[in-house]
């Protein structure tokens, strides 16, 4: 099938894990590579789209033709993206930490005890900002990474978060989810489901954007 053109459309795509610095050589991160988010992002630049991708630390080279924002935390991967609306799309496909410690030490935490207790506090949730914000995008889409329970956990963010679409994906099995080339996806809307692959992350970009700009050329 022919890919449907995204030209003139402003696409802010976020890709990859933050990490949270507990001190000046420790972090709590996430397990992302980013591939699924920057292939979501080539995909859409391929199709003339202006894309925006926000990539928190990973190792992949910058799609042709993309803007890319790299970040560190989930704080500045917030303010990146809401820096880059207004949009028509946004697509979180970043595994954001959602806690962090709350005080940064300045110098290396050094072991005494035998427990070490760190306090950690909510980070921003860029998706539900950008959902609920004055310039919402006509298309927001979040992703949900989920090891059981995938459907009722999916259409609870879709919900909460006033999504147009979820992809969610398993993590936790070899063969998708976080750094694996291919992953499988179950796209939920409000009236509707939609099952992709399993395939390479690169097909399932494709497969995503055509769902999308089908919503936004209804
Ligand atoms: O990067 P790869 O190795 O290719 O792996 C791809 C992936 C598994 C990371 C990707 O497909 C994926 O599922 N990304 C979302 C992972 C995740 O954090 O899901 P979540 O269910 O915790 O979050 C739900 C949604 O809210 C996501 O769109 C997330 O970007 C967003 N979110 C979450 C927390 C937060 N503080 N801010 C957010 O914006």
């Not at 030209?7 to 050589?25: K, M, Q």
């Not at 979040?142 to 259409?155: C, K, P, Q």
């Not at 936790?172 to 489901?193: C, I, K, P, Q």
Request: aromatic share 4%; proline share 5%.
């Amino acid at each position: 099938t022919a890919a449907v053109s995204l030209a003139g459309l402003r696409i802010v795509v976020s890709a990859g894990p933050t990490f949270e610095d507990i001190d000046p050589v420790r972090f709590i991160g996430n397990r992302s590579s980013g591939k699924m988010g920057f292939a979501i992002a080539a995909a859409a630049a391929r199709r003339g789209a202006q894309v925006v991708l926000v990539a928190g630390p990973v190792h992949l080279d910058t799609p042709a033709s993309v803007q890319r924002i790299d970040v560190r935390s989930a704080t500045q991967l917030r303010d990146a993206v809401i820096a880059a609306l207004p949009a028509d799309v946004y697509i979180g496909a970043a595994a954001v930490a959602d806690y962090a410690p709350r005080a940064i030490a300045g110098n290396k935490i050094k072991k005494s005890a035998d427990i070490l207790t760190l306090e950690l506090v909510r980070t921003p949730d860029t998706l539900a900002e950008v959902s609920a914000s004055p310039s919402r995008p006509r298309c927001v889409v979040g992703f949900a990474a989920e090891t059981e329970n995938i459907e009722a956990h999916a259409r609870g963010k879709l919900q909460k978060k006033n999504l147009d679409l979820i992809a969610a994906n398993r993590v936790g099995v070899a063969g998708s989810g976080f750094e694996s080339d291919d992953n499988a996806l179950t796209v939920y809307s409000r009236d509707g489901v939609q099952a992709l692959g399993p395939a390479p992350k690169t097909q399932l970009a494709d497969e995503l954007l055509t769902l999308i700009a089908e919503r936004l050329h209804a």
